[in-house]
Structures are given as structure tokens and as C-alpha cells.
């Protein structure tokens, strides 16, 4: 069953940054719309951030424009979110997602996710 692999999470201070990273073994990850999803306990998941297949259309949700950046290198097979200026309620487990659509919402291929925790 094709899935996703993120990395990247981690402890971080309020103000840090991380850079998280999703790769799609087995996947041809070109051909896909790529997107960033957290859920914090007791939240509903949240849509964060999108990117269609040749990186060119990227979507944000309005609680990370600005600060949260998406990015692909197809060559690398791996999609990237560089989050900058870190608050503690970016506390969450961050997952990745796929779909041919740019941007399904419900879409068809998740990661297992990676926990980032900011620290106050």
C-alpha cells in the first residue's frame, strides 16, 4: 500500500523553525498534488498548505501564510514545508498527503505524520 514518509518534526522554541520533509517511495511523487495537514489533541485536522505537481500553484491557509512555505523537488522525489516563527498552538503531529487533484479535499494518500512541538 503506497504511503508517505515524513521527517523532520521535532522539539522546538517559540520563534525556531523546522523544516519538514515528505517522500513517497514507490510513488511517481511528480505526478501528484502534495499537501500539509496538522491535528492538535482534541482538534480537528487543519488543512495547512498545498502544492500542485510542478510546484508552480501553492495554497495556504490563512493561520500559516506568511510563515509556512511549501516547496517540491521532484528530482528529490520530496515535498518540503519550512515553518518559520514558531508558536506553541503550532504544537501538533504534521502529516503530508497526495492526490492527482490540485487541491482535493478529502485526498487519497497520507503519511503517518511526524510530531512538532513548540515550546513556550
Known amino acids: 500500500q503506497t504511503q508517505l514518509v515524513e521527517s523532520g518534526g521535532g522539539l522546538v522554541q517559540a520563534g525556531g523553525s523546522l523544516r519538514l520533509s515528505c517522500v513517497a517511495p514507490?510513488?511517481?511523487?511528480?505526478?501528484?498534488?502534495v499537501g500539509w495537514f496538522r491535528q492538535a489533541p482534541g482538534k480537528e485536522r487543519e488543512f495547512l498548505a498545498a502544492?500542485?505537481?510542478?510546484?508552480?500553484?501553492?495554497k495556504y491557509a490563512d493561520s500559516v501564510k506568511g510563515r509556512f512555505t511549501i516547496s517540491r523537488d521532484n528530482a528529490k522525489n520530496t515535498v518540503y514545508l519550512q515553518m518559520n516563527s514558531l508558536k506553541p498552538e503550532d504544537t501538533a503531529v504534521y502529516y503530508c498527503?497526495?492526490?492527482?487533484?490540485?487541491?482535493?479535499?478529502?485526498?487519497?494518500?497520507w503519511g503517518q505524520g511526524t510530531q512538532v512541538t513548540v515550546s513556550s
Open positions: 514507490g510513488l511517481t511523487f511528480s505526478s501528484y498534488a
Open positions: 502544492v500542485g505537481w510542478n510546484g508552480i500553484m501553492t
Open positions: 498527503a497526495a492526490d492527482l487533484i490540485f487541491w482535493a479535499t478529502q485526498p487519497e494518500i
